[in-house]
C-alpha cells in the first residue's frame, strides 16, 4: 500500500486499450475475496468512508434503508456485486443498466442545502475507491498483504466495474500510483463527520435490528448484539486512516489495533476449511431467511427455534407458547397499531417520517424482487408516486412535504384510495409475468421467496392461483387495515 512503491497500472492499461478485459468471473480477485469473510469487516469499513463523504452521506439520510432496513440491503448490495462481476456480459450489463436506473432517481440536498447526485461520477468513483482500498487494507490488517500484481489485478476489476456503468475514465486515477495519491487527498480534504457516519459507528452497532431468521429471539438477539456491537465498532474506528480518525475527532481505543488486527486474522483462517464449508451467498441467504418459509432450511431452523423458546419458557417457568396455527390458518395476522404500521412498514428510511424517499424503497424492493426491466420498473415506480401524491394532499396537515407519524395517526385515515389500488393493479401485472390474469405458484415464490399460502384453485381444477381481485384485495388490505401479513411482513415490514 506504499503510495511510492513501483505501479505500471498494467492491467488498467490494457482494459483501457481494450487489448485484454479483466477477469469477472471465477478467476477475478472479486470472486476470490467474496467468499473471504474477512470481507465483511471490510464492507463495514467500507462503508464507513463512503458515508463520511458528503454527498453519499447526504443520499444515505435521505434514501437509503439502511438504518431501517440493514440486512435486506446487505442482501441487495451483495446480490448486485455478484451480478456486476458475474462471467455472463448479459447479466453484468443488464445489472448496470438497473444500477444506473435507481442512481438517476436519487438526488437531492443535505441539510446546509449542498446538492447531491447518485449519479455524479466522481461520487461513483469514491465509492469504488472505498471498497478498492478497504479490501487491500483487509489483507494487510490480517498479515497477508496483496503482492503488486494482485493489486493491479483487482484496480483494473474495479476501474472495469466504472466502466460498466459508462462513466468516462479519469475520475478513477489511471495507475495505482495515482490512486494513493487521490484517496490520501479524498480523506484529507473531502471526508466529514457526516450524520450517516456517526449513524453507522454509534447507532447502527448499538440498534441493529435482528436478521428475519432471528426475528422471533429479541432478548437472545440483544444480549449477543450488546456485546458485538461495541466491538465492531472499536475494529471499524481503529482500522480507519489515522488522519481522518483526528480530523473527525474519533475515539483513539486503547487495543483496539490489536483487536482489529486480531479480529482479521482470525477471520482470515476460515478460508483454509474445506471448499464449499463456506459461501458468502448462502449465509446472506440464510440470514434473509424467512421462518415459516416453504425452503427445507426454514423448516429445519424453525423447529430448532421453537425447541429454543420452549426451553426458555419452561426454564423460566413462563406460560407455555401459544398453539401454532394449523396449515388452514388464513395469512393475515393480528392488527398492528398505527404507530407500529408508521414505523414498521411506512417509515422505510427510519428517519421518522414518510415522505416520497420511503415509497421508493418499497418500489425499490418490490421491482427486485420480481426482477423487473424496463418499462415495467418504471411504471411501478410511477404509480407509488402518484400514492404518495394522493399521502400527501390527505395526510400533509402542515404542508412541511413530509408526513409525521403523529399526523397519520391523527388523521386515522383510510389509505384505499384510487391511486394505492392502481399501485396494487401495477404490481400484479408485474407478477404476473405470461399475462394470463392469475399468479401461480411460481410468481407468487418469485415475489413472496415463499411457498403458496392461499386456498385458492383455478376453474379447471388443475392448480392453485391467485386472482387479479384476491391480489389487490390483501395488497390493499395490508397497506390500510394495518394487519400483519405472513407474505408482505418479510417484505415491507422486516429488517
Not at 421518522?352 to 426482477?371: Q, V
Request: aromatic share 8%.
Amino acid at each position: 500500500m506504499d503510495p511510492d512503491s513501483p505501479s505500471p497500472g498494467e492491467g488498467a492499461a490494457a482494459a483501457a486499450d481494450g487489448v485484454e478485459e479483466p477477469s469477472f468471473g471465477p478467476d477475478s480477485q472479486f470472486r476470490r475475496f467474496s467468499n473471504d469473510p474477512r470481507w465483511a469487516l471490510a464492507m463495514i469499513r467500507a462503508t464507513v468512508l463512503e458515508a463520511a463523504h458528503p454527498q453519499i452521506g447526504a443520499a444515505l439520510i435521505g434514501n437509503s434503508t439502511f438504518v431501517a432496513h440493514p440486512w435486506r440491503r446487505l442482501r441487495n448490495t451483495f446480490l448486485s456485486m455478484q451480478r456486476v462481476f458475474d462471467a455472463d456480459a448479459g447479466v453484468r450489463e443488464r445489472e448496470a443498466a438497473r444500477l444506473n436506473r435507481l442512481h438517476a432517481r436519487i438526488n437531492g440536498a443535505d441539510a446546509r442545502e449542498r446538492p447531491y447526485d447518485a449519479m455524479d461520477p466522481s461520487v461513483r468513483a469514491w465509492v469504488v475507491a472505498t471498497l478498492y482500498e478497504s479490501t487491500v487494507s483487509m489483507c494487510r490488517l490480517s498479515g497477508q498483504p496483496l503482492t503488486q500484481a494482485e493489486m493491479e489485478q483487482l484496480y483494473a476489476e474495479y476501474q472495469a466495474f466504472l466502466a460498466l456503468l459508462g462513466d468516462e475514465a479519469g475520475h478513477l486515477p489511471a495507475t495505482l500510483r495515482e490512486f494513493w495519491q487521490y484517496f490520501d487527498r479524498m480523506v484529507a480534504q473531502e471526508l466529514e463527520n457526516t450524520e450517516a457516519l456517526r449513524i453507522v459507528l454509534y447507532g447502527l452497532f448499538d440498534h441493529l435490528p435482528a436478521p428475519p431468521l432471528l426475528d422471533g429471539m429479541p432478548t437472545l438477539w440483544a444480549a449477543g448484539r450488546s456485546l458485538v456491537g461495541p466491538v465492531l465498532g472499536a475494529i471499524t474506528v481503529s482500522s480507519l486512516p489515522e488522519g481522518f480518525r483526528r480530523r473527525a475527532g474519533l475515539p483513539e481505543i486503547p487495543g483496539a489495533q490489536t483487536v482489529a488486527q486480531g479480529a482479521y486474522l482470525a477471520m482470515g483462517m476460515a478460508r483454509f476449511l474445506p471448499d464449499g464449508w463456506l459461501k458468502t451467498d448462502e449465509l446472506v441467504d440464510l440470514l434473509s431467511l424467512v421462518p415459516g418459509s416453504d425452503d427445507p432450511r426454514a423448516k429445519t431452523i424453525t423447529v430448532v427455534l421453537e425447541g429454543v423458546k420452549r426451553a426458555g419458557a419452561l426454564l423460566r417457568l413462563l406460560t407455555p407458547l401459544p398453539p401454532e396455527p394449523g396449515p388452514g390458518a388464513p395469512a393475515q395476522g393480528p392488527r398492528r397499531s398505527a404507530e407500529e404500521f408508521f414505523h414498521e412498514v411506512l417509515d422505510q428510511t427510519g428517519d421518522g417520517y414518510l415522505d416520497w424517499p420511503d415509497l421508493a424503497a418499497m418500489a425499490r424492493e418490490l421491482a427486485g424482487r420480481l426482477d423487473l426491466d424496463e418499462p415495467e420498473e418504471t411504471r411501478l415506480y410511477r404509480a407509488f408516486a402518484d400514492w404518495w401524491r394522493e399521502l400527501q394532499q390527505a395526510l400533509d396537515a402542515d404542508g412541511d412535504g413530509r408526513i409525521s407519524k403523529e399526523e397519520y395517526a391523527a388523521a386515522v385515515p383510510s389509505l384505499a384510495g384510487p391511486a394505492l389500488i392502481r399501485a396494487a393493479e401495477v404490481l400484479f401485472d408485474a407478477a404476473d409475468t405470461d399475462g394470463n390474469q392469475s399468479i401461480d405458484e411460481e410468481e407468487y415464490r418469485s415475489l413472496f421467496r415463499t411457498g403458496f399460502r392461499r386456498d385458492l384453485r383455478d376453474t379447471a381444477g388443475t392448480g392453485a392461483t391467485y386472482s387479479r381481485g384476491a391480489f389487490v384485495n390483501d395488497f390493499v388490505s395490508f397497506m390500510t387495515g394495518r394487519r400483519r401479513s405472513g407474505p408482505y411482513d418479510p417484505v415491507l415490514a422486516q429488517a
